[in-house]
């Protein structure tokens, strides 16, 4: 029966060509498969797909020519083509890299301001130090906290060996900042036979903190990082599996590796950064890293117009804010870890 056409008869009309887009309208590799990057080495990238399903596998992957200029790292969700079949001797090709939801960065140091890409994706940032030997450095764990602050993810403190030595001046340093805290240690004896046994509680508090979660460990070296990942994970890198590639022999020029955390959600992975020793911060704005101090923070509210609460900054709230006890007793240490290291980024900015 004749009808008029009206304007939405038009809208609902078929395209002429079909309703299939065009291919240059299409996204690429609609149909490719989501891998999770868990370790980087030579150009050859190494990705679980299908995870936590009975089709879960390895498989490795080279980067497109495309995508030769765009990093890919740890934590990365990235698009697989090509041979997915995960068998030996087949290399997938890796086509593109979906959208971060958290980057963490770090230039090389503070006078080198190539900003680098180190893991993306992870919920946490865990900053492993020693009670002593190796003796804790506050400096270093502001500056992982100015990472963590600056990467969006919620960071968290790992205090090891408290066997050997109370953490006590540490603790007092960072009473007034909202930071989680977790101790942990072994029994004397395990310690002196040089086989240290974690005590399972710390062990089970800091598996508690990282289920369901995707967690980057820093630390120095010789602070307990590795013997705790290995807690955590049952020593994937030194057995069968996976571990053929994430192994530590074959582990030789990536400075990140994902491993899975033991009897948890899936999903909750360890990212252990082996190569990474310190948190050059060249690429973050000065004028951002007190919102890592919060205990400190409040302070500037009564400072004169434009002070730059430095040392030499005349009337900067913040030195009555913890001569008033406002920042508790670690308050006046607190202040001079935040000019020291607001002085060595500012010296490169
Ligand atoms: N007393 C004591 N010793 C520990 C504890 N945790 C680790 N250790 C010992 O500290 C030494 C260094 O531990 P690792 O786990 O190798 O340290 P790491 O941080 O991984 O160091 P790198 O491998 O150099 O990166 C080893 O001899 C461990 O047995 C602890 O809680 N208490
Ligand atoms: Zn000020």
Same mark, same amino acid.
């Given at each position: 029966m004749p009808r008029e056409w009206d304007e939405s008869d038009v809208r609902i009309r078929p395209n002429k060509k079909g309703s299939r887009p065009r291919t240059k309208d299409r996204p690429a590799h609609q149909d490719a498969l989501i891998g999770r990057i868990i370790t980087v080495d030579r150009g050859r990238y190494t990705a679980i797909v299908d995870e936590a399903t009975d089709q879960e596998r390895t498989l490795v992957a080279a980067r497109a020519r495309e995508l030769r200029r765009s990093p890919v790292v740890v934590g990365d969700f990235v698009a697989l083509v090509g041979d997915v079949s995960g068998e030996p001797d087949t290399l997938a090709r890796l086509v593109r890299i979906e959208q971060r939801r958290t980057v963490l960065r770090r230039s090389a140091d503070d006078s080198d301001p190539v900003e680098r890409v180190l893991v993306a994706n992870a919920d946490q940032l865990v900053i492993v130090v020693a009670a002593a030997s190796p003796e804790p450095r506050t400096g270093f764990i502001d500056r992982a906290l100015v990472a963590a602050y600056d990467a969006g993810i919620e960071p968290l403190l790992l205090i090891t060996k408290t066997d050997v030595k109370e953490p006590t001046a540490l603790l007092e340093h960072y009473q007034q900042l909202d930071l989680k805290i977790l101790l942990s240690r072994t029994t004397a004896e395990q310690a002196a036979s040089g086989s240290a046994r974690l005590v399972s509680d710390a062990v089970q508090q800091l598996h508690a903190e990282l289920d369901g979660k995707v967690s980057v460990l820093v630390g120095h070296s010789g602070v307990g990082?590795?013997?705790? &990942? @290995?807690?955590? !994970? /049952?020593?994937? #890198?030194? $057995?069968?599996? &996976? @571990?053929?590639? !994430? /192994?530590?022999? #074959?582990? $030789?020029?990536?400075?990140?590796?994902a491993l899975r955390l033991e009897a948890a959600a899936p999903g909750s992975w360890i990212i252990d950064t082996p190569g990474i020793r310190s948190f050059g911060l060249a690429h973050v704005d000065a004028n951002r890293i007190l919102h890592a101090f919060e205990d400190l923070e409040p302070g500037i509210a009564d400072c004169p117009r434009g002070c730059r609460h430095d040392e030499a900054a005349p009337e900067c709230g913040l030195d009555a804010w913890v001569a008033g006890g406002q920042a508790g007793q670690g308050g006046p240490a607190r202040l001079i870890s935040y000019r020291r290291l607001l002085s060595a980024i500012r010296a490169v900015q």
């Open positions: 990082k590795s013997t705790m &990942v @290995n807690a955590l !994970t /049952g020593s994937q #890198r030194a $057995t069968g599996g &996976v @571990n053929t590639v !994430t /192994g530590r022999g #074959r582990h $030789t020029s990536s400075s990140a590796l």
